[in-house]
């Protein structure tokens, strides 16, 4: 049978790990051809979509929400970074607390009735429903964005990056 750790912490923690390795070469891309850090911090694939440090911050925030399937509200961060540095910092910060839910903690969250906070309303999901229709796309989305951005920008970075195949 396949976990919940399975289908979410471990390739949420693999994926995370990808990103901050990314923002490595996108720190030393930024320095190396002396560009402005807030050109490409800020830099969005559409108006609409958010810019690059805000969807580092939305890849974090959703391979939190898996804190639910667990019994526990997911971390609160503040989204104050404003460097590389800072956003791997975060990233790491993430890891981190994934790495402290256990598969205990998860056991038979398929099956629980979920509380999502969904603006000014609460709306219950199961916790299968909850990983497979929002956390999972979502978390992927925004990684994959953000890797876009960089990609865009000129960022010489290809598929290997992006799955963490360095």
């Given at each position: 049978?396949?976990?919940?750790?399975?289908?979410?912490?471990?390739?949420?923690?693999?994926?995370?790990?990808?990103?901050?390795?990314?923002?490595?070469?996108?720190?030393?891309?930024?320095?190396?051809?002396?560009?402005?850090?807030?050109a490409i911090l800020h830099a969005r694939l559409a108006p609409d979509m958010y810019h690059f440090t805000r969807q580092v911050q939305a890849v974090t925030d959703q391979a939190r929400n898996v804190a639910r399937l667990a019994g526990v509200?997911?971390?609160?961060?503040?989204?104050?970074?404003?460097?590389f540095d800072e956003l791997k910092?975060?990233?790491?910060?993430?890891?981190?607390?994934?790495?402290s839910l256990t598969p205990a903690q998860t056991a038979g969250a398929e099956d629980k009735t979920i509380d999502v906070p969904f603006g000014p309303q609460t709306v219950q999901m199961k916790g299968i429903d909850y990983l497979e229709r929002l956390v999972v796309p979502?978390?992927?989305?925004?990684?994959?964005?953000?890797?876009?951005?960089?990609?865009?920008?000129?960022l010489e970075i290809g598929k290997r990056d992006f799955l963490g195949l360095r």
């Open positions: 049978m396949i976990t919940i750790q399975q289908v979410s912490i471990a390739p949420f923690t693999a994926g995370l790990q990808s990103l901050a390795a990314i923002l490595d070469k996108a720190k030393a891309w930024v320095e190396t051809r002396k560009l402005d850090p807030n509200e997911p971390p609160k961060y503040e989204n104050t970074e404003a460097t910092t975060r990233i790491s910060r993430t890891i981190a607390f994934l790495g979502n978390f992927f989305f925004h990684l994959t964005a953000a890797y876009s951005i960089l990609r865009h920008n000129g």
